[in-house]
């Protein structure tokens, strides 16, 4: 972590943060898609249990790296949530593509 004496700096730092956080998303996004070919069910693509096994590993991570709890857990259920909706769109497109075919 760089030690900050001044706002610019400091925007710069979160700046830089920010495109390496919206490189890890698309990483992750990627994952999800291949889920959403993956999975066979349309019932598969929401695991509520995998979902509190994901924010378990996240808040036991946060502890670790001194993020709060009140920023991590719902940042996590709502990437999560929106991660679920896209994985849902891209197994509703498989399927029609299917359909089709």
Same mark, same amino acid.
């Given at each position: 972590m760089v030690k900050c004496n001044t706002m610019p700096?400091?925007?710069n730092e979160i700046d830089r943060i920010d495109r390496e956080l919206v490189k890890l998303l698309a !990483?992750?996004?990627?994952y999800i898609e291949q889920a959403g070919?993956?999975?066979g069910k349309?019932?598969?693509v929401r695991d509520d249990a995998r979902i509190e096994d994901v924010v378990s590993k996240v808040l036991a991570e946060a502890d670790?790296?001194?993020l709060a709890r009140s920023i991590a !857990?719902?940042?996590w259920r709502l990437l999560i949530e929106k991660s679920i909706e896209?994985?849902?769109e891209v197994f509703d497109e498989k399927e029609r593509t299917a359909a089709n075919s």
């Open positions: 700096e400091v925007r !990483e992750r996004q990627s070919v993956i999975k349309r019932s598969a670790k790296a001194g !857990e719902p940042l896209h994985e849902f």
